[in-house]
């Protein structure tokens, strides 16, 4: 999936603008990632660390995949994002 990344206090209006160019958003809380947002979440008010889709998981192991069985699946590299994929 083709992703961007967009902070938690940004406006759906600008992960509006953003999505045009990719299938989903990485949003970063302070320090790390807190969800994603898809076009699905772009109907919704707030901000969007309020909007985001909360079930990823960030680097998990093969057993936590299975057992948490989570929407997106996000694999980083020294911190930085590099893929997503959606288990849904």
């Given at each position: 999936m083709e992703f961007s990344t967009?902070?938690?206090?940004?406006?759906?209006?600008?992960?509006?603008?953003r999505l045009q160019n990719c299938d989903v958003l990485i949003v970063?809380?302070?320090e790390d990632i807190?969800?994603?947002?898809?076009?699905?979440?772009?109907?919704k008010k707030g901000t969007c660390g309020?909007?985001?889709?909360?079930d990823v998981l960030v680097d998990p192991s093969l057993e936590m995949?299975?057992?948490w069985n989570p929407k997106?699946?996000?694999?980083?590299?020294d911190?930085?994002?590099?893929?997503?994929?959606?288990h849904q």
């Open positions: 967009i902070g938690c206090e940004d406006s759906v209006e600008e992960a509006t603008t970063w809380g302070k807190l969800g994603v947002i898809t076009e699905d979440h772009l109907n309020e909007v985001c889709e909360l995949r299975e057992k997106f699946v996000i694999t980083t590299e911190g930085e994002p590099v893929s997503i994929v959606n």
